[in-house]
């Protein structure tokens, strides 16, 4: 079926440096959405996106939706500790459209931050 | 406003034991999910219901049932528990109607880790 490939799955950075996750679809996707998973917490939805080549930020996070809509971008920008949690891209290819809103949730990013 | 409230947060089954997750929202949302939560395997969607009344099959729905009587409510069932049944549940609702707007954003309960020995 349908897969939302996610890299990396894990990084680790110093405080203060930047962090990049990547989403890769195989097939064109009518939009993307970013959800944040704190430990132990539940994911909570950060930003979608829905043009091609749209780009938006939120203070230190840059998203980013590629030209052809099968790849999609977060970058923080100088990390803390409170980044600190598991990313995960959502898709809704454009078959899963109409009435059901369905969600592919790619395998997630988790992010560790050393202070 | 509580948003999406899952009940229990913590169980432990033994193999074979049937169990109800119950997700209640009260954002009057039209849609629901169940996912399940594996370590690697991010979020894989059980079942949804797009509306008080319906329910239809999602990635993973061998051994579970659900039931959406009420528009408020969902419940997950696991009619006879197994060891591969141990995750974390989570429920989520959305207002949802095609389109990109605002209605697509899912909203998730804090989940129910469930342990089956």
């Known amino acids: 079926g349908q897969q939302v490939m996610q890299i990396p799955q894990y990084q680790h950075v110093q405080e203060g440096e930047d962090f990049t996750t990547y989403c890769n679809s195989s097939t064109t996707l009518s939009n993307i959405q970013w959800y944040k998973q704190r430990p132990g917490g539940h994911p909570v939805f950060l930003i ?11 203070k230190r996070l840059t ?13 923080i920008t100088a990390t803390q500790t409170t980044d600190v949690g598991t990313y995960f891209c959502a898709a809704r290819p454009p078959f899963y459209g109409g009435a059901t809103n369905k969600l592919i949730f790619g395998t997630g990013t988790l992010l560790a931050v050393q202070p | 406003n509580a948003g999406v409230t899952q009940t229990p947060k913590f169980r432990v089954l033994k193999t074979g034991q049937s ?35 319906t329910t239809a099959k999602g990635e993973v729905p061998d051994g579970y049932n659900v039931s959406r009587l009420k528009k408020q409510n969902f419940l997950l069932g696991l009619e006879s528990a197994a060891p591969s049944q141990t995750s974390v549940y989570f429920c989520a609702s959305s207002a949802g109607t095609s389109g990109v707007g605002a209605k697509n954003i899912q909203y998730f309960g804090a989940g129910t880790r469930l342990s089956v020995l």
Not at chain 1, 48 to 58: A, D, H, M, N, P
């Open chain 1, 48 to 58: 979608q996106l829905v043009k091609s080549g749209e780009v938006k930020k939120q």
């Open chain 2, 19 to 53: 169990m109800t997750l119950l997700c209640a929202q009260d954002m009057n949302h039209e849609y629901m999910y169940w996912y399940r939560q594996d370590p690697g395997m991010g979020l894989r969607l059980i079942h949804y219901s797009v509306g008080e009344g």
């Open chain 1, 63 to 75: 998203f980013q939706f590629g030209e052809a809509k099968k790849n999609s971008s977060l970058h």
